[in-house]
């Protein structure tokens, strides 16, 4: 291969290993630590000189400087005992309006142009983990597979951030204990073994259509998050 040829032929590990920086998903249940997370991923590749916007819900979201989900102001609050209250009603509908929510997302994104941004939660995907929560036999229709392609194809990587069930069941009624609890908390809380069919239907969202890596976030520590980073980050690349 000439000298000119090689010029024009970036090597194609080193391409995706870009890519993964400009485009990085946090996905996981409530009270799984996913803003701790979050911080020890943007602390990390700073080091490597990667720096990212942090946005919360979407792609297309205004940066968030934020660094809890506790602190949701009444519009957000309301908007979440509105679905709960209404899903009933909706849940028909709902995966094909979140499959239009995550291609609109996915195309005012590419509109406003492409940056680096690190995404905390992403909220159609939160909640078609909710439904699929109440439906064991839920099969992924076609139209919202190929959606979650096209997320997956802006060169996303996404992290998802698993944690004990007496763990994470812990921080929410710390939460509850501190009056920082959202509406969905307490619906989880009060239904523990629906809130396990929503943790796996997340998970299944991640790994299968996402090909997303596992963080785990609970007794294991930080030391253990940091080594699974640079396991996906090495240093010096």
Not at 117 to 145: C, K, N, Q, Y
Request: glycine share 6%; hydrophobic share 45%.
């Amino acid at each position: 291969m000439s000298h000119a040829t090689r010029g024009k032929t970036p090597d194609r590990t080193t391409e995706r290993t870009a890519q993964s920086h400009n485009l990085v998903l946090i996905l996981g249940t409530d009270a799984s630590g996913k803003d701790h997370v979050a911080r020890l991923v943007l602390a990390h590749l700073q080091k490597a000189g990667v720096f990212l916007e942090k946005r919360r819900g979407w792609l297309s979201a205004p940066a968030c400087a934020a660094d809890s989900s506790e602190h949701k102001g009444p519009a957000r609050l309301f908007a979440e005992r509105l679905f709960l209250r209404i899903y009933p009603l909706i849940a028909w509908a709902l995966p094909t309006a979140l499959t239009l929510c995550i291609l609109a997302d996915v195309l005012i994104y590419r509109l406003l142009r492409r940056r680096p941004v690190m995404l905390v939660s992403h909220t159609a995907l939160r909640l078609l983990a909710f439904h699929m929560g109440h439906d064991d036999a839920f099969r992924m229709p076609a139209h919202l597979g190929k959606a979650l392609a096209t997320l997956r194809g802006q060169g996303l990587q996404t992290l998802f951030v698993t944690t004990e069930r007496d763990v994470r069941l812990g921080r929410i009624h710390d939460r509850i204990r501190r009056d920082k609890v959202d509406h969905f908390d307490l619906y989880m809380a009060r239904r523990p073994r629906h809130g396990e069919r929503v943790t796996d239907a997340l998970e299944r969202i991640a790994v299968e259509h996402l090909q997303a890596r596992t963080i785990r976030n609970d007794a294991h520590g930080d030391e253990h998050i940091a080594a699974a980073l640079d396991e996906i980050w090495p240093a010096g690349r």
